[in-house]
């Protein structure tokens, strides 16, 4: 893949990237 | 707050989220010493507001309410009334340096973290453990910013968050109760660190990262599984499992001052209030 450069690397994973999950507000405290 | 690092959000700071046996959500407000009840709906109701900055709450099986106050100890709730008073203020003739989160265990053992300022610069935090007959034990005196902590699942290991160690330690109990090697579970990294903590039926441990906006979901064996993003600030203090089923996790964001919620598809483990 390539970085931000443009330049070729190897990258190495230590593990998986975690799934994302999304949230929602469930309730705001009044000023 | 007074003493506290710079950062700390102005207004109010959110912290504690914790169910009682009824279902419903009760949390605190630090820097102001108040504590919530949440109703279903998401309205906030004030419970008490008192001399002390609570930063933990937990729910005991015979219905006391347990709070970790940084200034003044453990405290007790009386929740008709809103009278907050002393459990548990220091040991022996010391006082804490900060107390700042609690947990109970299957047993009835209570652990809790004392933070005050500790930190990599002072790695002197303390992790306490009261059983039900009041023996107190400091179990380590070497955390750099002790914060939340749960335990494992079968109960054989204590997790507790070093947040400025942006770090979780393992802290594995060996037969008649005292602690074997303390090791390094999960090694994070970037702004903040690791806040409060809760545990899932399958041991999966969901972490609060303050100020990265973000919970993580690393599964028994310390791999990541989830990372669940804040829709708000970066300020995700705390987490607790609860209503309906246990699957969908609350998240304190002090920041904003809101309450977040996530679905996820394991149920948190039931606490000592509710087993």
């Given at each position: 893949m390539?970085?931000t450069?443009g330049e070729?690397?190897?990258?190495s994973m230590?593990?998986?990237?975690?799934?994302?999950?999304e949230?929602?507000?469930f309730a705001?405290?009044p000023? | 707050?007074?003493?506290?690092?710079?950062g700390?959000?102005a207004?109010?700071?959110?912290?504690?989220?914790?169910?009682?046996?009824e279902g419903?959500?009760?949390?605190?407000?630090?820097?102001?010493?108040?504590?919530f009840?949440?109703t279903?709906?998401?309205?906030?109701?004030?419970i008490a507001?008192?001399d002390?900055w609570?930063?933990?709450l937990?729910?005991?099986?015979?219905?006391?309410i347990?709070?970790?106050?940084?200034?003044n100890g453990i405290?007790l709730l009386?929740p008709v009334?809103?009278?907050?008073?002393p459990?548990?203020?220091?040991?022996?003739v010391?006082r804490?340096?900060?107390?700042?989160d609690?947990?109970?265990?299957?047993n009835g053992d209570?652990?809790f973290?004392d933070q005050?300022?500790?930190?990599?610069h002072?790695?002197?935090?303390?992790v306490?453990?009261v059983?039900?007959?009041g023996?107190?034990?400091?179990?380590?005196?070497?955390v750099?910013s002790?914060n939340?902590l749960?335990?494992n699942?079968?109960e054989?290991a204590?997790y507790?968050?070093?947040?400025?160690g942006?770090?979780?330690?393992?802290?594995p109990?060996?037969g008649?109760?005292?602690?074997g090697k303390?090791?390094?579970?999960?090694q994070l990294?970037?702004a903040g660190g690791p806040?409060?903590?809760?545990?899932d039926?399958?041991g999966?441990?969901a972490?609060a990262h303050?100020?990265l906006?973000t919970?993580?979901?690393?599964?028994?064996l310390?791999?990541?599984?989830?990372r669940i993003?804040?829709?708000?600030?970066?300020?995700t203090t705390?987490?607790a499992?609860g209503?309906?089923?246990?699957t969908?996790?609350y998240?304190t964001?002090?920041?904003?001052g809101?309450?977040l919620?996530?679905e996820l598809?394991?149920p948190?483990?039931?606490m000592?209030s509710?087993?």
């Open positions: 390539q970085n450069l070729e690397t190897r990258v230590l593990f998986a990237a975690p799934k994302i999950i949230t929602s507000v705001r405290l000023d | 707050m007074a003493g506290q690092p710079l700390t959000p207004g109010s700071l959110l912290e504690g989220p914790s169910f009682d046996r419903t959500l009760w949390c605190v407000d630090i820097q102001n010493g108040r504590i009840k949440v279903r709906d998401g309205a906030f109701r004030l507001e008192y002390g609570p930063n933990g937990k729910f005991h099986r015979d219905g006391r347990f709070i970790a106050d940084y200034k405290m009386d009334n809103g009278k907050v008073t459990y548990l203020v220091r040991v022996n010391e804490f340096k900060g107390v700042n609690l947990f109970f265990g299957a209570l652990y973290t005050g300022l500790t930190g990599l002072d790695p002197t935090g303390r306490f453990r059983r039900p007959n023996e107190v034990t400091c179990l380590l005196d070497n750099p002790p939340g749960v335990m699942r079968d054989t204590l507790v968050a070093a947040t400025r942006n770090c979780i330690w393992q802290v109990f060996l008649n109760g005292s602690i303390v090791g390094l579970f999960i990294s970037g806040d409060g903590l809760a545990l039926e399958q999966r441990l972490i303050v100020r906006g919970v993580w979901v690393f599964d028994r310390g791999e990541p599984v989830y993003r804040s829709c708000m600030g970066t300020h705390n987490v499992f209503w309906p089923d246990r969908t996790l998240i964001e002090s920041e904003s809101t309450i919620k996530a598809d394991v948190g483990k039931l000592y509710h087993a």
